[in-house]
């Protein structure tokens, strides 16, 4: 039984539902560009105002830089003068079994080096897929950067010692700013990403709930997927160090993951309600148990068919939760991963497609991995595009 429902999971992850890399839509222009894709609008680049705003597409586990195709194709179509698109390709195939970290540190330097070539940017965003979700966060928390506002008068000073206190009590004043990259951080969006792991009760839903395989699965995790595997099932302890997962959710002395993510004007995370084996409900919706919304309270938005709940979480929202937990100590590492990550804001999107004949690849049509196997989710990636802030 556990030797079958491996298999499968290898099977799953192995690409089997990747899309093939076809020529782009008339119009559209792939580049390539520090080791990724940049997509963008023939025409808004050849003007005189070219876009200024930057978005990082990440791939999940055994992915590549085709798998956003579809997403980024349609995001250039309704944005071509606002957007470029940079399919991120450093993490791909089996260098997805490196771990978190490595993939992280990988994709700040890809994103560093396509910012270097493209000085006209201004703003960045990321929309990450599965693993890629984790990889994103871990990667802002390297390129976030809290500086003074640049353009502010009296910034230097001369070099006589009176001008030089006077400068460093004005740099002092200076109002500050959230870098990410050097840019203004936007968006930060996840499309099933397991941000909670995938240990716990029906984390990992393929395992059908069963305590026995969840436990074994913990267990052999990193002979499936390398380190991520011990990343997501929280088992790795790399030179004493709590799991990484834990430590993603607050910020360190050279990794600044919350303030990262705070820095954002939006953070949104997309997640299956149903019939994605790969992630949880509750995982890839940062909730607990009892905050998932009841089968009742779901709804149908004709516009957007498979998106049937969407939560907006605001600043007051988190004061309550936090008001009501403050003081309680747990040892529960799901709930020092919520409490963590919920220091911010999120916009949570329920997705189920429960009604589609795609239902039982649900993890890879909520992103359209390949328009001729995931068409359906072709609805909630409009969605994240109607809503994305340019």
């Keep these: 039984m556990q030797h079958m429902q491996m298999a499968w999971f290898r099977h799953m992850i192995s690409g089997c539902f990747k899309s093939t890399e076809l020529p782009p839509k008339q119009g559209i222009k792939v580049e390539e560009n520090s080791g990724g894709q940049d997509v963008f609008d023939a025409d808004a680049m050849n003007s005189k105002v070219s876009p200024e705003h930057l978005v990082i597409m990440v791939n999940g586990l055994m992915g590549s830089a085709a798998d956003w195709r579809f997403a980024a194709e349609q995001f250039v179509k309704k944005l071509p003068d606002k957007l470029i698109m940079h399919r991120s390709e450093c993490n791909y195939s ?51 950067k809290h500086s003074p506002k640049l353009g502010q008068s009296g910034l230097y000073a001369n070099s006589i010692t009176e001008e030089v206190t006077n400068s460093s009590m004005q740099y002092l004043k200076q109002p500050c700013e959230d870098r990410v990259a050097g840019l203004e951080p936007m968006n930060f969006i996840t499309f099933a990403t397991p941000h909670l792991g995938s240990r716990g009760h029906k984390q990992l839903p393929l395992l059908c709930g069963l305590p026995f395989l969840e436990e ?36 360190s002395d050279d990794l600044k993951f919350i303030s990262a993510l705070r ?8 997640a299956n309600a149903n019939y994605d084996y790969m992630v949880g409900w509750r995982t890839s919706s940062i909730r607990r148990q009892n905050e998932l919304p009841k089968s009742n309270l779901l709804v149908i938005d ?16 988190i004061q309550n939760k936090a008001s009501f937990i403050s003081g309680a100590q747990t040892s529960d590492v799901e709930e020092v ?6 220091q911010v804001p999120w916009e949570r999107v329920d997705v189920s497609f429960q009604k589609s004949k795609q239902r039982y690849v649900a993890h890879n049509t909520i992103q359209v991995t390949s328009y001729w196997l995931n068409s359906d989710g072709t609805d909630v990636v409009f969605h994240m595009i109607h809503n994305f802030l340019v």
């Excluded at 004709?302 to 929202?317: A, D, G, I, L, S």
């Excluded at 991963?337 to 919920?342: D, H, K, V």
């Design 263 to 270: 820095a954002f004007k939006r953070r949104v995370a997309y």
């Design 94 to 144: 089996k260098l997805t079994f490196d771990g978190v970290d490595m993939m992280g540190e990988r994709l700040a330097q890809e994103v560093l080096s396509v910012v270097k070539r493209r000085p006209e940017i201004k703003k960045i965003s990321f929309v990450a897929h599965s693993l890629g979700g984790l990889v994103a966060r871990y990667a802002i928390g390297r390129l976030y």
């Design 302 to 317: 004709e516009k957007y068919p498979h998106v049937v709940y969407v939560e907006r979480e605001t600043t007051n929202n």
């Design 216 to 251: 074994r699965a913990s267990q052999t995790a990193h002979l499936v997927a390398g380190r991520s595997g011990k990343h997501l099932f929280l088992t790795d302890n790399d030179e004493g160090k709590r799991p990484l997962l834990l430590r993603m959710v607050d910020d």
């Design 337 to 342: 991963m919520i409490q963590g990550l919920t």
